[in-house]
């Protein structure tokens, strides 16, 4: 979807091919990173408040890696390691490995471990961080058969990994969350409070508020319930000349 | 009532089962040929599922953990106590339970007796006024999954620890978050 128009009227949803949907409400519940990219317009644009608070909340840069080993790296009864300060302060194993004679490690690297990272060609990139885990595990000679890093920040539909409250953005979260003209309702991790965003169940409960919200919205705009017949005007014609949906 | 829901990750997804219930309309608009977003779960690059985004169910007392125990998914609970080491200044690997008797409030999650934020200070400056103190496991995870605390709302970072749903340890999917 490139474009949603919103108005007393509805709601609209135009997409890349040409396509058109029409509704009554939307919710949104695109990744913080690509509303701040822009990557979809808003027609009319969003309250001054609302597009404030996406400009503030920051957005984490993580870069994970995936180690693949012949045999199992970590003493038995580990399966995590923290090295704080190291240049890889997270990693952790796939605890289903071990049933296969295998392991598998996943390191975490935010902040400037990550972004240092993300600056290198990917070999350069997965070779020190090798390093950087064999240090912290104290075991030099450490060598995988596969290795492999991810990041979200250039895949066009997240632009970020999770949303991350910086200084001076502790409400913007809540700012993010509040609906727009009984029209726009937001879900997704950067919607949630700051005790739940950033995860699966911050997006997960993000979603269900934010239908209740559209539901409650619903109810109170329809033909029998308590604002009957308040349904408004017309949409505004298609930008080609074809009559409104 | 129609109603569109634009994203098919889990926010999305957990949109539209609830608009559904409420009977309306809903048309579920979604960019990729794949439905999930940030849970992307890859079965080509080991003998075992690995992760390419969420990972964990950081807590027993959120919603997706009750939902993995409806649907009868199979979890597996790192502790964070026993189970994890940590390397410490002089190289030395110790068990968090090992770290936790040695050094006080450690393996303490809630920072219960922790006093409140000065407005909008950074977690950085929070700390430096607290003085001396240790930081708890689930604080320096917090900074490690996310950035440097000068960055940081010491005013978030706080409501995050003292969440009710605030514990130790994590959950693993063993078959994948998808
Ligand atoms: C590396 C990494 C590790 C993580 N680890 C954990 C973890 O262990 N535990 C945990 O709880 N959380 C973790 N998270 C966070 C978690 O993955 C996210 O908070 C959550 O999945 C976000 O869900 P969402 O629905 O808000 O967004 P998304 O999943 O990003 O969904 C948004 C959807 O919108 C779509 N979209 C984008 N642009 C358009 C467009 N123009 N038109 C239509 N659709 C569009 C996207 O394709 C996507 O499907 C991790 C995240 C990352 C990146
Ligand atoms: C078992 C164990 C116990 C620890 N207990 C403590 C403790 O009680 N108090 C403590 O401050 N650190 C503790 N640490 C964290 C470790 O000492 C940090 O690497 C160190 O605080 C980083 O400071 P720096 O000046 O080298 O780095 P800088 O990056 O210059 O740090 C600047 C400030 O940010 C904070 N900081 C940076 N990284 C971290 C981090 N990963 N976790 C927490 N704070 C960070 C520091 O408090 C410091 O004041 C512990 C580590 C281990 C392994």
Redesign the interface.
């Known amino acids: 979807?490139e474009r949603?128009e919103w108005g007393p009227w509805g709601?609209r949803?135009f997409?890349a091919d040409g396509r058109v949907?029409?509704?009554?409400?939307?919710?949104?519940?695109?990744?913080l990173g690509v509303l701040k990219a822009e990557g979809?317009r808003f027609v009319p644009e969003l309250p001054e408040e609302k597009r404030q608070a996406i400009e503030r909340l920051?957005l984490?840069?993580?870069v994970?890696l995936?180690f693949?080993f012949d045999r199992p790296v970590?003493p038995p009864?580990?399966?995590?390691?923290?090295?704080?300060?190291?240049a890889l302060?997270?990693c952790?194993s796939?605890?289903?490995?071990h049933s296969?004679g295998?392991e598998?490690l996943?390191a975490?690297a935010?902040?400037?471990k990550a972004r240092a990272l993300m600056a290198l060609p990917e070999e350069r990139a997965l070779r020190e961080a090798l390093q950087a885990l064999q240090q912290?595990?104290?075991q030099p000679s450490l060598t995988p058969s596969?290795a492999?890093l991810?990041h979200?920040r250039d895949d066009p539909?997240?632009l970020g990994?999770?949303s991350?409250?910086?200084?001076?953005?502790?409400e913007a979260r809540q700012v993010l969350a509040k609906p727009v003209g009984n029209r726009l309702?937001f879900?997704?991790?950067h919607?949630a409070?700051?005790?739940?965003a950033?995860?699966?169940?911050g997006?997960?409960?993000?979603?269900?508020r934010?239908?209740?919200e559209?539901?409650r919205s619903?109810y109170r705009e329809?033909p029998l319930g308590p604002r009957r017949g308040l349904r408004p005007s017309l949409p505004p014609p298609l930008p080609d000349g074809r009559p409104a949906a | 009532?129609?109603?569109?829901?634009?994203?098919?990750?889990?926010?999305?997804?957990?949109?539209?089962?609830?608009?559904r219930k409420?009977n309306?309309q809903v048309?579920l608009?979604e960019?990729?040929s794949r439905v999930g977003?940030?849970?992307h779960t890859d079965r080509s690059?080991?003998?075992?599922?690995?992760?390419?985004?969420?990972?964990f169910?950081?807590?027993s007392q959120?919603?997706?953990?009750s939902?993995a125990q409806k649907l009868g998914l199979r979890t597996?609970h790192?502790n964070?106590h026993?189970?994890?080491?940590?390397?410490l200044?002089d190289?030395a690997?110790r068990?968090?339970a090992e770290v936790g008797t040695q050094k006080q409030g450690y393996d303490n999650v809630r920072l219960v007796d922790w006093p409140e934020v000065n407005g909008?200070?950074?977690l950085e400056a929070y700390l430096e006024r607290l003085g001396e103190r240790p930081i708890p496991?689930k604080l320096?995870?917090y900074i490690?999954?996310?950035?440097?605390p000068?960055?940081?709302?010491?005013?978030?970072?706080r409501?995050?620890l003292?969440?009710p749903?605030?514990e130790e340890g994590d959950y693993?999917l063993?078959d994948g978050?998808d």
């Not at chain 1, 991350?164 to 502790?170: E, H, N, P, Q, Y």
Request: charged share 20%; proline share 4%.
């Open positions: 979807m949603l709601v949803a997409t949907y029409p509704a009554d409400r939307a919710v949104v519940a695109l990744p979809v920051g984490t840069d993580a994970k995936f693949r970590f009864g580990i399966v995590e390691l923290y090295a704080p300060g190291a302060e997270e952790w796939n605890p289903l490995g296969k295998i598998v996943t975490l935010t902040g400037e912290a595990l104290g596969k492999r991810v979200w539909y997240t990994a999770y991350m409250a910086r200084v001076g953005a502790s309702f879900a997704g991790e919607t409070p700051n005790a739940w950033s995860t699966v169940h997006a997960y409960a993000s979603g269900k934010a239908a209740h559209a539901i619903a329809a | 009532m129609k109603t569109l829901v634009i994203g098919a990750g889990i926010a999305g997804l957990s949109a539209a089962q609830e608009l409420a309306h048309i608009l960019a990729r977003g940030r849970i690059f080991a003998e075992v599922p690995i992760e390419l985004g969420a990972e169910i950081h807590s959120v919603p997706t953990y939902l597996f790192y964070q026993n189970d994890t080491l940590v390397r200044p190289g690997l068990t968090i909008e200070e950074s496991f320096q995870e490690s999954d996310f950035d440097h000068r960055y940081l709302s010491a005013k978030a970072a409501e995050y003292c969440d749903s605030a693993r063993l978050y």
